[in-house]
């Protein structure tokens, strides 16, 4: 069955980097597009960006120069980071697989915690 | 950006209850809604996508309706498990919103 598994929680400094991997098992990874969804303490769910079978990529606006997303097909993984973080980011990050019919999301991954403070 | 309004944001019912939830958008998106459950400390679960259809494995109780600025997602008789909280989003252009969710809680 289609199984997306991210990697573990984070705490980083205000203006580092996070990475965070999103293993995809189930299905072909190039087959469907992938989003990067977050959502911060008391906040709605926030869409970020995806990236498609074709390698292309689209990102929010509100993330515009600060996030990057990328696959590694060999490992059917999907990857999302995210720069210049602050306070605002701390949040839950979640890829998704959109679904057979339209960008919604049939399958989450379980999330992972980042967490920004000095 | 299309801004997606959820109401009521916190909803007390009881099981056996009919409970309906209302999404609004700010401009007509078709029928291109989905509406996902969370429980805490989970990922959201999908239960209808193209404002009513229902996901596969998704239980009979859950349906959906609606097209251009308003939707419903009804639970036709709240069981125990339902007790979550209840996101609408739509996909009719980018950036993909979501609602601000609706809590229903054991009355």
């Known amino acids: 069955q289609v199984q997306l598994v991210q990697s573990g929680a984070e705490v980083k400094k205000p203006g580092a980097s996070v990475k965070i991997s999103c293993k995809a098992s189930g299905y072909t990874v190039t087959s469907y597009t992938v989003h990067w969804v977050r959502q911060a303490p008391g906040q709605r769910l926030e869409w970020m960006g995806w990236i498609n079978a074709a390698n292309n990529t689209e990102y929010s606006q509100k993330f515009q120069g600060r996030v990057t997303i990328t696959r590694d097909t060999s490992a059917s993984t999907a990857n999302m980071e995210l720069s210049s973080l602050r306070s605002e980011d701390t949040a839950i990050y979640y890829c998704?697989?959109?679904?057979?019919?339209?960008?919604?999301?049939?399958?989450w991954g379980q999330g992972t915690l980042v967490t920004v403070s000095s | 950006d299309i801004q997606m309004t959820q109401s009521p944001s916190t909803l007390s019912a009881s099981v056996g209850d009919r409970v309906t939830i209302t999404c609004r958008a700010s401009q007509s998106i078709s029928s291109w809604l989905a509406w996902y459950q969370q429980k805490p400390g989970k990922a959201p679960k999908l239960l209808i996508y193209k404002a009513s259809s229902l996901e596969s494995g998704v239980s009979s109780r859950f349906s959906g309706s609606g097209s251009g600025t308003e939707f419903t997602l009804t639970i036709s008789s709240l069981q125990p498990d339902d007790f979550a909280t209840y996101y609408c989003?739509?996909?009719?252009?980018?950036?993909?919103?979501f609602g601000g969710g609706t809590k229903v809680e054991i009355k």
């Open positions: 998704a697989r959109e679904g057979r019919r339209g960008s919604y999301y049939s399958y």
């Open positions: 989003q739509q996909y009719n252009s980018y950036p993909l919103t």
